[in-house]
């Protein structure tokens, strides 16, 4: 079966430090692969999204950045941290190719930027 | 650009008390629309796809519905357990992203 892995689960950092979370898929191959943040109060918003090794779109202009280095895994990375960054990030993964594939996440990161 | 809405908010019923959830969207085309379950601190969970209006999916003591304009989440003599926050998500035909709204907090009280 397939399982998704996101750590840490809970990270406080201060502004204007870097940032790394890094998620991994399993069970499954050439997946799509996803980061939403959720807000409080607010939907969930797509930050990027990859359809393949290197293949990242931007959804949202920010100071975030992601890198896909290898086929089941994501990396979310930020240079230097706003307040406006806090929130729960969210990996989540689609089969590539299959018509209406749900998306299935992983357990989220609570981010707090003090 | 696509949109969806849910309402109310926040849901608070007595163990039993069936209800619907409403989810409103407008897109391009549509896709499909999913719905999800969260619980505090997780991820959410996939419940169902609908794919086109008259479309029904049960899953336990959930129903949900698909017409052209909006998709209603039913729950039948609900249980604490099902409280949870209920989100909704529309596919267009262009992209591979799902748009989602912000959810109905549904509280289920024993």
């Known amino acids: 079966s397939q399982t998704i892995h996101q750590w840490p689960a809970t990270l406080v950092q201060p502004v204007g430090s870097p940032l790394s979370l890094e998620c991994t898929v399993e069970g499954t191959s050439n997946p799509n692969l996803y980061w939403y943040r959720q807000a409080a109060g607010r939907g969930l918003q797509l930050l990027f999204y990859s359809v393949g090794i290197g293949q990242i779109s931007s959804e949202v202009p920010q100071n975030l950045s992601a890198s896909r280095p290898q086929d089941r895994q994501f990396i979310l990375s930020s240079k230097k941290l706003l307040l406006s960054d806090s929130g729960f990030y969210l990996c989540?993964?689609?089969?590539?190719?299959?018509?209406?594939?749900?998306?299935?996440f992983g357990n989220g990161t609570r981010l707090t930027v003090t | 650009e696509d949109q969806v809405t849910q309402s109310p908010e926040a849901l608070r019923l007595q163990e039993g008390e069936s209800s619907s959830l409403n989810c409103s969207y407008t897109v391009s085309g549509l896709r499909g629309l999913f719905w999800y379950r969260q619980d505090p601190g997780k991820g959410p969970e996939f419940l169902f796809t609908?794919?086109?209006a008259g479309e029904e999916k049960e899953k336990e003591r959930l129903k949900a519905t698909l017409t052209k304009k909006e998709s209603f989440l039913h729950i039948t003599a609900p249980k604490p357990e099902d409280s949870a926050t209920y989100l909704c998500?529309?596919?267009?035909?262009?992209?591979?992203?799902?748009?989602f709204g912000t959810g109905t907090r549904l509280t289920i009280i024993p």
């Open positions: 989540a993964w689609s089969v590539r190719g299959l018509y209406n594939s749900p998306l299935h």
């Open positions: 609908l794919y086109s």
């Open positions: 998500a529309v596919r267009n035909f262009g992209n591979e992203k799902l748009t």
